[in-house]
């Protein structure tokens, strides 16, 4: 089974990833972990933190001449700011005078129901690791589960398609959103220049303001064939772990499968998709039966269905606001404001990336559950001939 973990704070020396199960020979390029770090950190709204870090994966264990060896890949991303904290959050027992309190809680974050649970007198421990820098970790692990998936030819990428009311108001075509990677200059990851144009004007009223804004990216697997995931049994259902595995990530607040939320307050005739028959499998297909639409996803009854499997994450705003708003003391339990802490004003395409990285890891799992073996080679077998078997369906 394909798994993985984080571990690291927000401050702290290093982030690790530490990812398990991946068969042996997949090749892994460091340029393109880095890139996709670097994809991470990228986009309009972004704070203070992004110009002090240069996310590079450091490869611990598990990775040899370029490859996997079938082995645990432990994974190293360095924090730049660690050097501006050693004293305030050392391992051994320090100066506590030296400690950073987070002396009142921020609306909206984890500060006090952390603090309440692990019985922390401030919020200082909880945001070391609540914090969304945990999510750099998430993205080197899922770099290598898309090395995998790309071995059979599936591929993962997102696009912002709203960021507060200014939203994209037509649908992306894959290569619209593919082409978004390969950008150098990143300002909010939508795929039309005008509607980006809108939402760079809601990130800049939030930026007056001293307020935070939140938004919807969309996460699409393609190339994905039919038959990944199951209804059998409620926990093995694609959509269900696709939803727990983004909703997983910081300040996302909901999850949406393909169009989900119209569907909600729409006839059965005008949501569901249509099916027909080609001859042939034309343009990659995994098989001959067609969709007039893919209002669906990618995904009927926990299973895919040979469409795009298509994820939304709604994303709240950043909890921590430069206008904080009303909170109360730790120690003295007095009103006041919220804490203060260096943040964005908007991460909507960041999250994304991480999204797309949570989609890899879940998707990855599934297809190795299916088509495992112990090498890239006997995966691929397996793989090649289940898709000659649904073809000639």
């Known amino acids: 089974m394909l798994r993985f973990s984080t571990a690291g704070e927000s401050h702290g020396e290093s982030l690790i990833a530490l990812v398990s ?24 709204g972004r704070g203070g933190r992004m ?12 990775v040899r001449h370029g490859k996997t060896i079938g082995s645990p890949i432990a994974i190293e991303i360095e924090n730049r700011d660690w050097k501006n904290w050693t004293e305030s959050l050392p391992v051994e027992t320090g100066d506590p005078a030296k400690h950073k309190v987070v002396a009142s809680p921020r609306p909206g974050h984890a500060d006090l129901a952390g603090a309440l649970k692990y019985d922390f007198p401030d919020a200082r421990y909880v945001l070391e690791r609540a914090s969304a820098r945990e999510s750099t970790a998430r993205v080197a692990a899922g770099a290598v589960a898309k090395s995998l998936l790309l071995e059979l030819g599936i ?17 992306a075509a894959w290569s619209e959103i593919s082409a978004l990677r390969d950008k150098e200059e990143v300002l909010l990851g939508c795929v039309d220049e005008e509607s980006e144009e809108r939402m760079k004007a809601e990130v800049d009223v939030a930026l007056r303001t001293g307020d935070s804004i939140g938004g919807i990216f969309e996460v699409v697997i393609h190339g994905a064939p039919a038959g990944v995931g199951t209804y059998a049994n409620w926990d093995e259902r694609l959509d269900g772990i696709l939803a727990q595995a983004v909703m997983s990530l910081q300040a996302v607040k909901a999850v949406e499968i393909g169009r989900g939320v119209t569907a909600a307050a729409s006839l059965g005739s005008a949501v569901h998709d249509a099916i027909g028959y080609a001859e042939s499998a034309e343009n990659g297909a995994h098989t001959r039966f067609t969709r007039e639409h893919n209002n669906a996803g990618g995904i009927e009854g926990g299973i895919s269905n040979g469409e795009d499997v298509v994820v939304r994450g709604y994303l709240k705003p950043i909890s921590t606001l430069r206008r904080p708003l009303a909170s109360v003391k730790f120690d003295t339990r007095e009103a006041t404001k919220a804490a203060y802490e260096r943040s964005d004003v908007c991460v909507v395409p960041a999250a994304g990336v991480a999204a797309e990285a949570m989609v890899a890891l879940a998707f990855g799992r599934l297809v190795l559950e299916k088509f495992g073996g112990d090498s890239l080679r006997e995966v691929k077998r397996n793989y090649d001939g289940y898709v000659d078997q649904i073809r000639a369906y």
């Not at 199960?21 to 972990?33: E, K, R, S, T």
């Not at 912002?160 to 649908?171: H, T």
Request: aromatic share 8%; no cysteine; hydrophobic share 35%.
């Open 21 to 44: 199960g991946m068969p042996a020979g997949v090749p892994i390029d460091g340029a393109y972990v880095n890139r996709e770090l670097w994809r991470r950190q990228q986009g309009y």
């Open 51 to 62: 110009r002090i870090e240069q996310d590079t994966a450091h490869f611990l264990s598990g």
């Open 155 to 171: 591929d993962i990428a997102s696009h912002v398609v709203r960021v507060g009311g200014a939203e994209l108001s037509r649908d």
